[in-house]
């Protein structure tokens, strides 16, 4: 009765409380949650609108940020007061100057279109990093190294005592090499593959951790473990190692706070002792590791650890102007899964399939006599004989091992290494392996998921989930071309092809914020953009469409994010670029000589009996398309930074390399030199073609696609643009007969072949379940994956109609071929969704629209007297706005809010 009584109490409270309350969530800085270690004078603050009700705007802001969580008078250093602005995106910081490590907590308050007011959220921080290079007091320190190649991972450790009562810690930390950080024998933070990959000569991230929990008063010890990585490991196919330095060190610097207010410091410095008998005897990124518990050294970052035979350290004079807080969103261990399927090939390999192929490690629980060996070895597919196979690995040995110790059951994960795989094979495991003694770690880049596509075909379902699977495994802190051989670089043409898509799947801002200032950094002083990203492979060559990433991404990263501050810093990189060009083809506006790749990959009809041409494009032709592309990209970042002189400028140039284009490659009846689909693709995407030709152009297009009996023919550069081109042309159905097709070469072949992940090459394996050739034949590689941008935008139709989607277009393409298709994204502003059910003739369109923004909602073969938006007729609903049939479309303005239509489609 009470129960009841109190349940009713609670219930009414609830019904009571008023239902558009406006409130404030998912407060970021500099793209990230609560960072620690931020550099910026002025951080960017973000934060996003919750309410119920329709056409939400932010009126006014205000934000205060202070020193202490209960936001008092003394520890305030800024209040901003009421701003009327309805900037609720990237909002900088405007108070007192930063100090170095300093916690700032931040709140902020809205008021909306509707006289609503907010309350204060929840208070979020972000927290400096070390601001001075003098604030460095840590040296770096290198542990005694007798192999350099392939050898062991290094451990060193100081002791050391803290004599009062602790209020907080910090640890400041970073390596040349890769490192895990101990303290009193615990890791520190969740993070893998720390400090992350960059250009180490210019670039080191160091990571800040809280690590007040970690330490105590009395005694201590700091333990550092220390991997070659990526800075002195083999890099590329060509024995290319030790291209940061030939010595691997570590810096760490430990400030605790006393409840007193009395600070102590611990650094790495001369009175650190390393040791590297510990039992990683190799690591290597490409090769694996191998890891004997025997020599595990119990004890040794925990304190009073006798360090008897262990060596002094060097301290080195590396630079520490090269230390950076993290920019990235750090790797981390991000979920586990189990095998499907133990079993015996027919050649007797003991193997594991794991049902995905997957991006991280092994989790081995073994147990057995101390001595035995067991070694793990990783593939991606299985060969036409149901064999372990490997060839495509190249010279990458990818193999654990561990041997035990032999003390009752032991769980074994390597530190330095990782691995793309979806089968292991198992050598030496003592007794009867059964799934629960493995677990694959699955291992990226922390990037928070942002959108979902789904539609009534489960190929497409396969395939978009194929796409996310390419991109966990290749977004591993750099954005790599394959996970698995001896490659794993950063190719930059794979980049620029697929990030519009990556923008979809995941948040993506932070870790090209990083990667595009190590695109400057790496940039050749002719402003050329090298194929990889750090140069690992220290080439000075450039190819178009590769090296267009330095503007087709800061571009991309702007749309989505609608981060200005980004597109400025990337400035001189895309203009050094596009300069670099302009100095190769000087007067002649043809850029001869600039393409090394081509239209990479595209089809050769070697695999079966077609007889139609291939898909090859004259990489000149591609070039100069390029060069188009990036001086139009330039030139209206140039007019978004209020670069007038610049953007007039490089306007101009495109308009003549245009014109020249035409001259050189267009004929007057709009064929395009090569007549391939990726010719008119580019031409068509860069907008190359006089209003004229441009509806020729598609319809050679579409022939050649019809000739093929609806396939493609296109490599990495026209493959991303062929549907966008299509649909922007009038042809989606012919999009849509690309996207649907089963058959070699297409989307949908590896899917039916049981592809998890997006492959390198259009026939990575073939109908008899033969292999493309062992030399470059990657099972996860995204570039074919970035037709998921299509699915996102034109399929489910959300279209970004201003940068950072503060402005929305919603455009469903619906075929009768699917009865539905939806998607969702995760915009800085909230949910924006959009999917469609076409049924019986009937089209039912439901849009969501988050706070703060407003949207075009384009309604495809709809008029007004025919829609049913809400339940009510166009007319009638007051919440859309300048409703208007256009071209067989009905065109129609919302703000905020959940929009359901439904017309009769014919
Ligand atoms: C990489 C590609 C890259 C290409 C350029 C390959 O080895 O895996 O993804 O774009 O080389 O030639």
Redesign the pocket.
């Known amino acids: 009765m009470r129960y009841l009584s109190l349940v009713a109490l609670i219930g009414l409270c609830f019904f009571t409380l008023p239902l558009q309350a406006l409130s404030v969530y998912d407060l970021s800085c500099e793209h990230k949650v609560n960072p620690m270690g931020i550099e910026a004078a002025k951080p960017r603050l973000s934060w996003k609108l919750e309410d119920r009700a329709n056409g939400i705007m932010q009126t006014a802001y205000a934000i205060r940020v202070a020193t202490d969580m209960r936001f008092n008078r003394k520890s305030l250093v800024w209040n901003s007061g009421k701003t009327n602005s309805g900037q609720s995106v990237l909002v900088p910081y405007a108070g007192a100057a930063l100090e170095s490590g300093q916690r700032y907590y931040w709140q902020v308050k809205i008021w909306d279109n509707q006289g609503q007011e907010s309350d204060w959220s929840e208070a979020a921080f972000w927290e400096t990093g070390l601001l001075n290079t003098s604030d460095w007091q840590a040296e770096w320190i290198e542990p005694k190294q007798d192999t350099l190649q392939d050898g062991p991972a290094y451990l060193l450790r100081k002791d050391f005592s803290l004599n009062r009562n602790i209020a907080s810690a910090r640890a400041y930390v970073s390596a040349r090499g890769l490192y895990e950080l101990f303290l009193n024998g615990r890791k520190v933070g969740d993070e893998v593959f720390t400090p992350g990959w960059t250009v180490y000569h210019d670039r080191i991230q160091y990571q800040v951790f809280d690590v007040t929990d970690l330490v105590q008063r009395g005694e201590n010890a700091v333990g550092i473990h220390l991997g070659d990585g990526w800075f002195r490991g083999a890099l590329g196919w060509m024995d290319n190692w030790a291209i940061y330095g030939k010595a691997v060190g570590a810096i760490c610097q430990i400030e605790v706070t006393y409840t007193n207010g009395q600070q102590a410091t611990i650094v790495t410095d001369g009175s650190w002792k390393s040791s590297q008998e510990g039992p990683i005897v190799l690591n290597s990124i490409y090769n694996g590791e191998t890891y004997d518990a025997r020599k595990e050294m119990n004890g040794w970052n925990e304190a009073g650890f006798n360090m008897k035979d262990w060596d002094d350290v060097t301290v080195a004079d590396h630079s520490k102007e090269v230390l950076i807080a993290t920019e990235t969103v750090s790797v981390r261990k991000i979920e586990e899964i189990q095998p499907v399927k133990v079993w015996k090939t027919p050649k007797g390999t003991l193997v594991a399939d794991l049902g995905q192929n997957l991006v991280g490690w092994i989790k081995l629980k073994v147990e057995g006599p101390a001595g035995t060996t067991v070694t793990i070895r990783h593939a991606e597919v299985l060969d036409k004989y149901g064999e372990f196979y490997t060839e495509n690995l190249r010279a990458a040995k990818a193999a654990l091992t561990y041997t035990l110790k032999g003390d009752g059951l032991e769980v074994y994960e390597p530190s330095f290494t990782f691995m793309g795989f979806r089968y292991i094979a198992i050598d030496g495991f003592p007794g009867e392996l059964s799934p629960e003694n493995i677990t694959a770690v699955v291992i990226h880049s922390d990037m928070e998921p942002t959108g979902t596509f789904e539609c009534s075909n489960p190929l497409i379902n396969q395939l978009q989930h194929n796409i996310v699977w390419g991109q966990k495994g290749n977004f591993l802190d750099v954005p790599t ?2 996970p698995q051989r001896d ?1 794993r670089l950063g ?1 930059t ?2 980049a620029q092809a697929f990030c519009r898509t990556a923008a979809f799947n995941m948040d993506v801002s932070a870790f090209f914020t990083k990667w595009l200032k190590d695109l400057s950094a790496d940039q050749l002083d002719n402003g050329g953009v090298p ?1 990889v990203i750090p140069n690992a492979l220290r080439q000075g060559g450039v190819s178009a469409g ?1 090296g267009d990433v330095a503007t087709i991404a800061p571009w991309t990263m702007y749309l989505v994010y609608g981060d200005k501050d980004l597109l400025a810093t990337q400035y001189p990189s895309m203009k050094a670029y596009v300069d670099y060009i302009r100095e190769k083809s000087g007067d002649s506006y043809l850029w001869t000589g600039g393409s090394v ?1 081509g239209d ?1 990959l595209y089809y050769k009809p070697k695999m079966t009996s077609h007889t139609e041409p291939d898909g090859y494009t004259n990489p000149d032709m591609i070039a100069t398309m390029f060069y188009a592309y990036s001086s139009r990209l330039l030139s209206q970042a140039a007019e978004v930074l209020g670069k007038d002189a610049d953007a007039k400028f490089y306007a101009e140039l495109y308009q003549k390399i245009k014109s020249v284009f035409q001259d050189n490659y267009v004929t007057g009846s709009g064929r395009i030199a090569s007549d391939s689909q990726t010719s008119y693709v580019l031409a068509l995407m860069f907008d190359l073609l006089s209003d004229e030709l441009r509806p020729k152009a598609a319809e050679h297009l579409v022939n050649n696609i019809r000739k093929r009996n609806n396939h493609l023919s296109t490599g ?1 550069l026209g493959t991303p643009y062929l549907c966008h081109v299509l649909s922007d042309n009038g042809y989606t159905d012919v999009g849509y007969d690309l996207l649907l097709q089963e058959e070699y070469p297409s989307w949908l072949y590896p899917v039916k072949m049981g592809a998890t992940t997006i492959w ?1 090459r259009w026939d990575g394996q073939k109908t008899d379940s033969t292999f493309q050739d062992k030399g ?1 034949n ?1 099972f996860n ?1 995204y ?1 074919y994956g970035a037709i998921g941008d299509w699915m996102y935008r034109v399929v489910a139709g959300i279209e970004i109609g201003a940068p950072g989607y503060k402005q929305i277009r919603i455009q469903p393409h619906p075929d009768e071929r699917l009865e539905f298709a939806r998607a969702t994204f995760d915009s800085s502003y909230g949910e924006i969704a959009s999917g469609w059910t076409l049924k019986d003739g009937q089209l039912q369109v439901n849009v969501t629209i988050p706070p703060n923004t407003a949207a075009i909602i384009e309604l495809p073969k709809a008029t007004i007297t025919g829609v049913q938006a809400n339940g009510q007729g166009v007319r009638e609903n007051a919440d859309l706005k300048n409703v208007e049939e256009m071209d067989d479309k009905l065109l129609l303005e919302v703000g905020s809010g959940q929009y359901s239509f439904s017309y009769s489609y014919e």
């Open positions: 071309d394959c490659e190719w043409g794979d194929f590769w790749f990479w990495f390198e470059m990657s590689h570039a």
